[in-house]
């Protein structure tokens, strides 16, 4: 009881006590100097890009040593720091750059101790280009009862690379448009995604129309489920029919027939025994499935 009296005596003192010992440890601590490693990631420029592309550089990051008070390192954004060289006019070949530390715009009183490597090697070759087909990745479904008729890339897109990076790129991808904010037809401009390292896409957007429609739906019954098997397997399905329900363009939904649709369950590799699986639903081109009955089908493989 003794002890307890002591230790709660004068008990808001004590804290204030300790707050401000914590306080002028705190001082310290930030007013000592230290040295910290980051990665920075190098980003090279070219001045010539259309008739010379880097094939190769001998270091994508660059390790930097920071030396400062610990106040100063505590505004350090370390994702934010980059080394951005330009590649200077030249032949083809290698070509060593410097490192400069002025493209890290530190916080004042910071000191840059070492970078390594100081210095990079790039080697240039000639630049091949060609025009490419665009795709348009979408998400979601337009509202109101509309559907997307059509999307159409007004803007024609080139990629120049190595030759042979450029033979290999058949298409490039626009960032994914979202369908459920467009209301009415519309043009957008969507930002072109890079199709990898060293290949540069111009322009860096493309235009896109978008064109809506009217969009139906259809329930159909009794669709035979078709069993797609190598002829030495004996399959049996249950149930033997399927329900859909379709939605498509208003003016072409009721002229669907049954005839096509194809709702099929593949057996490739199965062994003898009882499954329950999916089925893979086919349909006209602009139409969608919205639903299918059942969803798991008993499949025997015998």
Request: aromatic content about 4%; charged content about 25%.
């Amino acid at each position: 009881m003794h002890l307890l009296r002591i230790i709660t005596s004068n008990l808001g003192l004590k804290i204030l006590a300790l707050f401000f010992a914590v306080f002028l440890w705190l001082v310290a601590v930030l007013d000592r100097n230290y040295e910290v490693r980051v990665k920075v990631p190098i980003v090279l420029g070219d001045q010539r890009p259309e008739a010379r592309v880097i094939t190769d550089v001998d270091a994508r990051t660059a390790v930097v040593t920071i030396s400062g008070k610990g106040k100063e390192l505590l505004r350090l954004r370390p994702q934010r720091l980059e080394f951005r060289p330009v590649v200077p006019e030249g032949r083809f070949g290698s070509r060593q750059i410097k490192l400069n530390v002025s493209d890290l715009n530190l916080p004042g009183n910071l000191t840059v101790r070492a970078v390594e490597p100081e210095m990079i090697e790039v080697r240039l070759g000639p630049a091949a280009s060609r025009e490419v087909k665009v795709t348009v990745p979408t998400k979601g479904q337009p509202g109101g009862g509309m559907m997307v008729s059509e999307l159409r890339v007004n803007t024609p897109v080139r990629v120049t690379g190595t030759a042979g990076d450029i033979e290999q790129i058949t298409e490039i991808y626009t960032e994914t448009l979202d369908l459920s904010s467009v209301r009415s037809n519309e043009v957008r401009r969507l930002a072109v995604r890079m199709p990898q390292a060293g290949v540069m896409c111009t322009p860096e957007t493309v235009e896109v129309e978008i064109q809506l429609e009217k969009e139906g739906a259809r329930i159909l019954l009794g669709l035979p489920v078709r069993v797609v098997a190598p002829p030495t397997c004996e399959v049996r399905v249950e149930p033997a029919e399927a329900q859909v329900a379709i939605a498509g363009p208003a003016d072409r939904i009721d002229s669907i027939e049954p005839s096509d649709i194809t709702v099929q369950i593949k057996i490739s590799s199965l062994s003898p025994g009882q499954y329950r699986l999916g089925a893979d639903v086919v349909l006209p081109e602009k139409f969608r499935l919205v639903k299918i009955e059942p969803l798991l089908f008993d499949v025997t493989v015998r």
